[in-house]
């Protein structure tokens, strides 16, 4: 079993930036691939970002490329979510996913098998 606990979210104005963590337990943090999902109010969720278990392949939705960036320390069993230049369409519960299949990583939230509690992260304008 693997438990996921996000932080790092805040108040923050447009232009700003936030960086999110999301810690994980066990020892075998490495053989996850992990994402990053953001579920406005009254909206689906939405993938944002995905990494592999090495951190050598990332997946950024076409909304957030160029702003955000996904990274993990597998020693830390932390990964990550920088984000620069915030917009107000940005503002979301921000949830971070580990699955343990096989491929590099995953876009769809149904191909997850472990969840956070999320983060709120808030940008005014």
């Known amino acids: 079993q693997v438990q996921l606990l996000e932080s790092g979210g805040g108040l923050v104005q447009a232009g700003g930036s936030l960086r999110l963590s999301c810690a994980a337990s066990?020892?075998?943090?490495?053989?996850?691939?992990m994402g990053w999902f953001r579920q406005a109010p009254g909206k689906a969720r939405e993938i944002v970002a995905a990494i592999s278990w090495g951190g050598a392949r990332t997946y950024y939705a076409d909304s957030v490329k160029g702003r955000f960036t996904i990274s993990r320390d597998n020693a830390k069993n932390t990964v990550y979510l920088q984000i620069d230049s915030l917009k107000p369409e940005d503002t979301a519960v921000y949830y971070c996913a580990a699955a343990e299949g096989s491929s590099s990583y995953y876009i769809w939230a149904d191909s997850y098998d472990y969840w956070g509690q999320g983060t709120q992260a808030t940008v005014s304008s």
């Open positions: 066990g020892r075998t943090f490495s053989s996850y691939s």
